[in-house]
């Protein structure tokens, strides 16, 4: 059973909605030299495009702010300074008018320099992204928990929180990460247990597509169906584009998606008669575009088909040498095997239509 939605604390993010009863946040981040304006705009443009809402990129050092400033003026979605080691390029990120940073308090020097940071941003109401993971754990609290434990990640994560509520400030999205997937999902329970404040979800280093997508829907849709999580990002090594149908089909998974199509098909087996794989790769292609929500089903059995995906708003279901096109379990239509993807067409179309117009 889907699980209430974890209520949190809600801010925007420029003009983004975060936390409270705003629709989860997909983000991804650039892998691009951000000194490279002309690549980094691109692949901005290209993760928008793609359905990113939110870009972070890495601020490595202070020959990168002018480059920051630029893509401020030009990037279509909010950008976040990703910042590690040297607190002055928050400040400097901060200062330029970045639309938010992410620090990870353990590895900018103490809290002095922390409280700096904080201060940045009250002055110029810029949101923080709090980043532990389990590298970053304070050596009191490996030494108390015996390790980087859940339990210690949180308990740092609830101090870094403390901090910056004693000086006044509570723009905050929270993310406690792990590259193990049953610790992350125990960090982020515990954290939304402690804590009102958006979190970020991911699992850190999750690997290439098929590990980082399999560990992500994992994790990520775990915390999902709790009812847990604001913002999501889906890490997966190489292109950054491949994250973001990965991040829409775990959300569309997990329940917390209602737009958009949703594509049941059958494994196949011995009764199957038709090619099925072709067929199913092209109705994904040529639905792919659609955000009404939708259940489309393709079946390779014309006898069983309609009578197992009947709650489908239309549905294919092949037999030999011909198929059958069938809207909430009732056959509507029957073409042979060339001619099953016009009238799925058709039929599709017609549906749409009969949608708009009421």
Same mark, same amino acid.
């Given at each position: ?21 705003? &629709? ?15 690549a980094t705009l691109a692949q901005i443009r290209a993760l928008? $495009? ?23 003026? $030009?990037?279509?979605? &909010? ?22 940073? #992410? ?32 590298? *970053? ?11 980087? /434990? ?8 609830? $101090? ?18 792990? *590259? ?17 404040? &958006? ?14 997508? +399999? ?51 059958? &494994?196949?087996?011995?009764? /199957? ?12 292609? #040529?639905?792919?575009?659609? $955000? ?34 069938? #809207?909430?379990?009732? +056959?509507?239509?029957?073409? *042979? ?5 016009a009238s799925f067409d058709q039929h599709l179309q017609q ?8």
């Open positions: 059973m889907l699980g209430m939605r974890h209520k949190t604390r809600s801010f925007y993010v420029r003009d983004l909605g975060f936390g409270g009863d705003h &629709p989860i946040v997909v983000q991804s981040m650039t892998n691009t030299d951000t000194h490279d304006l002309a928008d $495009q793609a359905g990113a809402q939110l870009v972070r990129l890495a601020v490595p050092d202070k020959a990168a702010i002018p480059f920051l400033e630029k893509l401020l003026d $030009q990037s279509p979605v &909010p950008l976040v300074a990703d910042i590690h080691f040297d607190y002055r390029l928050a400040l400097a990120a901060i200062a330029c008018g970045v639309d938010g940073v #992410r620090i990870n308090p353990g590895n900018i020097g103490g809290l002095d320099r922390f409280r700096q940071v904080i201060k940045a941003c009250l002055e110029k109401d810029t949101p923080m992204r709090i980043g532990v993971n389990s590298g *970053s754990v304070e050596k009191k609290l490996l030494e108390k928990y015996g390790g980087p /434990t859940p339990e210690a990640m949180v308990e740092s994560l609830c $101090q870094h929180v403390r901090v910056c509520e004693e000086a006044g400030y509570g723009k905050l999205v929270l993310s406690v990460k792990a *590259s193990s997937v049953p610790e992350m999902v125990r960090a982020n329970r515990l954290a939304a247990q402690e804590l009102d404040y &958006p979190l970020h979800l991911g699992v850190t280093e999750a690997g290439g597509v098929r590990m980082g997508t +399999i560990k992500s829907a994992v994790g990520i849709g775990a915390l999902l169906v709790d009812g847990i999580g604001d913002t999501l990002r889906v890490s997966l090594s190489g292109d950054p584009l491949n994250e973001l149908p990965v991040a829409y089909d775990i959300l569309k998974a997990s329940g917390r998606l209602k737009q958009g199509v949703n594509i049941i098909a059958c &494994p196949t087996c011995g009764r /199957t008669q038709i090619d099925l794989v072709p067929l199913l790769e092209a109705v994904e292609e #040529r639905t792919r575009h659609i $955000q009404r929500p939708l259940n489309i089903a393709v079946m390779g059995c014309a006898v069983n088909g309609p009578g197992e995906a009947r709650e489908a708003d239309i549905g294919i279901a092949g037999g030999k040498g011909m198929g059958l096109i069938f #809207r909430k379990g009732e +056959i509507v239509a029957r073409a *042979s095997e060339d001619q099953l993807l549906l749409l239509m009969e949608d708009s117009e009421s």
